[in-house]
């Protein structure tokens, strides 16, 4: 059975952080401000519900703080956040009790990481072993696979928040094996024109 939280606390913003993603954020609401304060002594997890258009989506990333940056004299923060899950809010308060900044009650989604197919698992390493041979540096892009669960794998291919959201709404792992595998198809056919014409990536 999904677990249940109630009074999950929530940072709406629009990104996804998907488990083992780590993402920065900039923290300048006094509500937010707080809610940072309060998760992280003891690594509590909040949720960053995802927003479209100016409007808080149902689903999200449940976030742990994996690093505090900088803060400003006013008490602006910029951190570091990690993922952990994802999550469906089933009933939302505009503030939670004693607090400035909202929250809800939240299913976890605990079957949407689940270990992908070998098919998706072979054109994630052919993918990452293209990469690696454009950089011309196995030590940039390894073709080495830590991880075979789908988000991890859909964690580490260039995609638009949108398209990370449409991913979670997906009400299967066949759709969303079906959504990647389309996608790795996609990003191989230009990896293959950029290694043909000697391209290299130059990353951050």
Known sequence: MAKVLNNFPLFPVSVIVFPGEIQPLHVFEERYKQLINDSGDDQAVFGIP?????????YGSGVVIHKVLATSPSGELDILVKGVNMFVISDIKEQLPGKLYAGGKVKILDR???IANPSLIEKFR?????????????????????????????????????????????????????YLSDKLDFLQIINVKLEEVGYRFYLN
């Not at 995802?50 to 149902?58: F, I």
């Not at 080495?144 to 291919?157: C, E, K, P």
């Open 50 to 58: 995802y927003v479209k258009d100016g409007k808080m989506c149902l």
């Open 112 to 114: 949407i990481n689940d």
């Open 126 to 178: 052919d993918y990452k072993m293209t990469l690696s041979r454009i950089n011309k540096d196995s030590g940039v892009t390894s073709g080495i696979i830590t991880s075979n669960h789908v988000l991890d794998i859909a964690g580490q291919l260039p995609l638009e928040n949108e398209e990370k959201y449409s991913i979670i709404k997906l009400k299967d792992q066949m759709q969303r094996e079906k």
